[in-house]
């Protein structure tokens, strides 16, 4: 009956009666919209009910949201108004579904918003679109809960009211995109505006120093006293340091866009929470130690090269071991991830697995150490901000949690986050947390 239903939406035609290619819908304008017969007042219904539910979950959403993107999407944890801004974004995706269109009267504005709120608070774009995907699959869950009490909803009701929030969600991608890249060109305005001033000052007494040289009306002792060469010369240097200090291949990259201040502990704990399902299908455990090291590093780059060299471990793991991701201080210009296996062994020996991780840690500007029983990523960073040790370690199982934490497969939280009263670094949340909802 469901087929029945979708034949009737969409008059298919093939070239051939027994053709095996996909059938295409028959289009006659470039213009014609993707639904072709108007919705059932019994689907409109249906719809409404589904965005009313959702608005109704708005702020459960968000919270369990604002707690979970500190660690998935490494959203600053000094922020207040995560909660309300994603209560915002879920009401209006909720709008989005009740309108008779695909879209309610504030999605982009609040999109623009959250893309210059991402990058005034120093996260890149990779994670404030990733912290988008996350409130887009809560969402998306809560809409399948919806549906399930619904008895009359079809498979087919309920694709589509997933592809309005899909479409609604994609315009909210793009206006947050929007928002991050102008906020970031308006920084860069402001910043070579600033360069400007700081240039002209030396350059200007530069050029007030050799016009006075150059200047015959003026005696010749005069033209050429000591304190015209000095002068000529100590801003001249300052112009050099200028040059070196704020036009260098450091400082020429908005930070943004390839480094932020993140806990090399809180990404590694989203890695982890990833690699939940693998580490589950091989009875393995992913250990995430308590010293707490805060940088300012590329993320990304650190995410991407963290996921592959654990998911390569778990690939030769098996049950029952244990993988303990473990962090050091560095030198101010490094600093260091380490990966042990128990029983004592290389986490990963596959010489094609070591080739590719060492390629990949060079491509990040980082370095691949590998001994006996244990790898070492060495990763650039600008500097230390926080040291903290916490006495107890995090820990991923598949087997068993605490009764302070939400049971999920592959993922245990041992770590109580009383203990780091000393730190000024907010305790990032426990990777342990159910599935988005």
């Not at 912290?131 to 008895?151: I, K």
């Not at 928002?179 to 001033?197: C, E, I, K, P």
């Not at 005069?222 to 002068?231: I, L, N, S």
Request: a negative charge; charged letters at 20%.
């Amino acid at each position: 009956m469901a087929a029945g239903k979708i034949a009737a939406r969409h008059e298919l035609v093939t070239d051939e009666p027994d053709a095996l290619q996909p059938a295409v819908p028959r289009t006659t304008s470039a213009h014609q919209p993707d639904r072709l017969v108007p919705e059932t007042p019994a689907f409109a219904g249906f719809r409404v009910r589904v965005a009313t539910a959702l608005g109704v979950r708005a702020k459960d959403i968000a919270a369990r949201w604002n707690t979970q993107s500190r660690t998935v999407a490494l959203r600053d944890e000094t922020s207040e108004t995560g909660e309300d801004v994603a209560s915002a974004l879920v009401t209006s995706l909720a709008s989005a579904l009740a309108s008779d269109g695909s879209t309610s009267d504030d999605l982009v504005a609040l999109g623009l918003a959250f893309g210059v709120d991402a990058f005034e608070h120093g996260g890149s774009l990779h994670h404030a679109l990733k912290a988008l995907d996350l409130l887009s699959a809560m969402t998306l869950y809560a809409v399948e809960l919806v549906v399930a009490d619904e008895a009359e909803a079809t498979a087919v009701d309920g694709v589509h009211v997933s592809r309005r929030l899909q479409q609604a969600a994609s315009l909210l991608a793009l206006a947050a995109t929007k928002g991050y890249t102008q906020a970031m060109g308006d920084a860069m305005r402001s910043r070579f505006r600033h360069l400007r001033h700081d240039l002209r000052n030396p350059l200007g007494t530069i050029k007030s120093v050799l016009a006075m040289m150059d200047d015959e009306t003026m005696p010749a002792e005069a033209r050429t006293h000591p304190r015209f060469r000095a002068m000529a010369k100590r801003n001249a240097g300052s112009l050099g340091d200028l040059i070196a200090d704020r036009l260098s291949d450091v400082e020429a990259v908005v930070p943004a866009l390839l480094q932020q201040s993140a806990s090399l502990r809180t990404v590694a704990s989203g890695v982890r929470r990833d690699l939940r399902a693998e580490a589950e299908s091989r009875s393995a455990t992913v250990v995430v130690d308590g010293a707490r090291v805060r940088v300012m590093v590329d993320a990304v780059g650190l995410e991407l090269m963290l996921h592959e060299l654990l998911l390569a471990a778990l690939h030769e793991a098996t049950a029952g071991d244990e993988l303990s991701v473990g962090f050091g201080d560095g030198d101010g210009e490094r600093a260091t991830v380490t990966l042990r296996c128990k029983p004592d062994r290389s986490p990963v020996t596959n010489p094609l697995a070591l080739e590719r991780l060492g390629a990949l840690a060079s491509q990040m500007g980082a370095a691949l150490e590998t001994d006996t029983h244990i790898m070492t990523l060495l990763i650039p960073v600008r500097r230390v901000e926080l040291t903290v040790t916490v006495p107890a370690a995090e820990t991923a199982s598949p087997k068993s949690a605490p009764t302070n934490s939400a049971q999920v497969p592959g993922t245990r939280a041992t770590m109580s986050e009383a203990c780091v009263s000393t730190s000024t670094e907010s305790p990032a949340p426990s990777s342990a947390s159910r599935p988005p909802s």
